[in-house]
């Protein structure tokens, strides 16, 4: 195998497939990326298992040339030592070659470096996956969907279904939902499929949240392929692969409150700095809570106590209370995080009581709910 790559191209696709790998893994070959060179292009692969990332570079590129092919072949190279390198070489074009198969030189103007490889052929395959249950996506809508659920899903292993996000194709609908069982987070957004598809599936919100970071911010199509244990997300030149979690997600639909007592419209980033100033005596508590009283048609109190460092109150102004006055507590990290999710200005909050969930929405946008359980105080 010997090309001459770019090396801004370069950096990018092996930045792109070391998200996938782990340095605790007990295959040692799963420590290294995999370069497959033929006539088309190099295919990068990293992987630990549980995720697979490809990133293919072509020959050529929107009439440009990216990649010089000498002679096609392959090899796996340690993942941390190669990233490192390829960061640091000195000049915008990289020459790759491999020495007998198990090592490799690197080059890059005066720079020169042999690195010890892996066969190509242990390295594990991919899943094969067939093009069955299909559906596109625009990237920038699926970023947006991944960034306003998976923050909500659980970081304990004790309820494993917990920590992923599950997906739902309903009449023509996507309905992305996550919660860590104190609170939810939901978005739904319509898909070019069938009325009669139904398909359901949680993917890890670990996964989502490498995908997000390696989707370009453009209304490029994703293509999501579904199966059984798998599910694929291709993009123009990546493929991430990642494992589906198994098990009964809870229904969540009796989770959200059809009647209300109370509904407040407000400005959300004047709220979201008053939480955010209150939370500052509280940060220390364990849950980080925060009170929350009506007064009148027009104003809230935004308070929190804690008894060794102080107390902090504030009022603010709103546009409407409908219903009766009201007084709740909750997690301050809780709501803004809530509230960073929920795109609009103005933010509707409906209550139906002090220890009952209650909902956040933007009036703007419809389609992304949020649900946050309220904590008990003295």
Known sequence: ???????????????????????RTTIPILTGIKIVADHDGITFTGSDSDVSIESFIPVEEDGDQLIEMKSPGGIVLNARFFGDIVKKLPMDTVEITTEDGRHVL?????????????????????????????????SDLLKTMIRQTVFAVSTSEIRPILT?????????????VATDSHRLARKTSPVDVPQEVHYQTVIPGKSLLELSKILDDNDQQVSI?????????????????TRRLEGNYPDTSRLIPTDYKTNITLDGKLFNDAID???????????????????????????????????????????SLEGEELTISFSAKYMMEALRAVDGTNIMISFTGAMRPFIIRSAEDPSILQLILPVRTA
């Open 106 to 138: 690197i080059k890059s103007g005066k720079a020169e470096f042999h690195l010890n490889g892996f066969d190509p052929a242990e390295y594990p395959h991919l899943p094969q996956i067939s093009n069955e249950d299909t559906f596109s996506i625009p």
């Open 225 to 241: 392929v579904m199966t059984e244990n798998q599910i694929l997300f291709k993009s123009k030149n990546i493929h991430f692969y």
């Open 164 to 176: 992923g996000v599950k997906w739902e194709i309903k009449n023509g609908q996507l309905i992305c």
């Open 277 to 319: 100033r209150a939370s500052l005596l509280a940060r220390e508590e364990r849950n980080n809570v925060v009170k929350l009283i009506s007064m009148g048609d027009h104003l809230l109190e935004i308070s929190s106590n804690t008894p060794e460092i102080g107390h902090v109150s504030e009022e603010i102004p709103i546009e």
């Open 1 to 23: 195998m010997q090309f001459i790559i770019q090396r801004n191209r370069l950096i990018s696709s092996v930045q792109h497939v070391m998200r996938a790998v782990s340095s």
